[in-house]
């Protein structure tokens, strides 16, 4: 069974504050992922990354960035969070192959006071 | 520009009535199509792709390429099929997914 696993459940942070979000997956996939779930929007790809250390933009990585150093590990980083950030946090992770199942975290609700 | 629409955020049905969620696709690719659903305190969780043309709890979804549509369809809804279901398409040549907006669906005792 595909386990992607993430650091918080729930996380309150203060306006200002650098929040980093931590996953991990246990199935050697290459890709992850990370959305950002609202109401109304649904899902929205903040970044993604396709191997160690390569990381690409998705539809709103402003005021995001990421790091992977590892390949099972896939950080979300808010440098100076704001209140418009205020939502929950899905990973996801995949095997190389295009069009196969994403598999997905419990996500992080993040609230920013 | 790709999109994928869910035009309902909610829909209600009583228990044993049938059910279909909408979604319609623009894109210039071939699409590669799926259902993804959430229910209450769980993960997001793929139900069903049209490439494997499969059923699953019931559910079934046809891509009609000409209506650019992928609709999600089951004939007796259940109770348990209460939950937020996401159409999403996937980009050929590419790892990213557009995700619609969501429908949530509850079913009514």
């Known amino acids: 069974d595909v386990k992607v696993t993430q650091s918080s459940r729930y996380l309150v942070k203060r306006t200002g504050e650098k929040v980093f979000l931590e996953c991990v997956q246990d199935?050697?996939?290459?890709?992850m992922f990370w959305y950002r779930q609202d109401p109304g929007l649904g899902l929205r790809l903040i970044y993604f990354?396709?191997?160690?250390?390569?990381?690409e933009k998705g539809d709103i990585p402003e005021g995001y960035s990421v790091s992977r150093e590892k390949k099972e590990r896939f950080s979300l980083i808010l440098e100076s969070a704001s209140t418009n950030q205020t939502s929950m946090y899905l990973c996801?992770?995949?095997?190389?192959?295009?069009?196969?199942?994403?598999?997905f975290g419990p996500g992080t609700r993040l609230t920013v006071l | 520009a790709q999109r994928v629409t869910q035009p309902e955020k909610l829909l209600s049905v009583f228990k044993g009535a049938p059910v279909e969620l909408k979604c319609n696709y623009s894109?210039?690719?071939?699409?590669?199509l799926f259902w993804y659903v959430q229910y209450s305190r769980q993960r997001l969780q793929l139900l069903l792709r049209?490439?494997s043309r499969e059923s699953i709890k019931g559910f079934t979804a046809d891509l009609n390429k000409g209506e650019t549509s992928f609709h999600l369809k089951k004939p007796f809804a259940q109770e348990e099929d209460s939950a937020m279901y996401y159409c999403?398409?996937?980009?050929?040549?590419?790892?990213?997914?557009?995700f619609g907006t969501g429908t949530r669906l509850k079913v009514l005792a």
């Open positions: 996801a992770s995949s095997p190389p192959r295009g069009w196969v199942e994403q598999f």
């Open positions: 199935m050697d996939h290459e890709n």
């Open positions: 990354s396709y191997d160690v250390k390569m990381k």
């Open positions: 894109y210039s690719g071939s699409p590669e």
């Open positions: 049209h490439i």
């Open positions: 999403a398409l996937a980009l050929s040549g590419t790892y990213k997914y557009i």
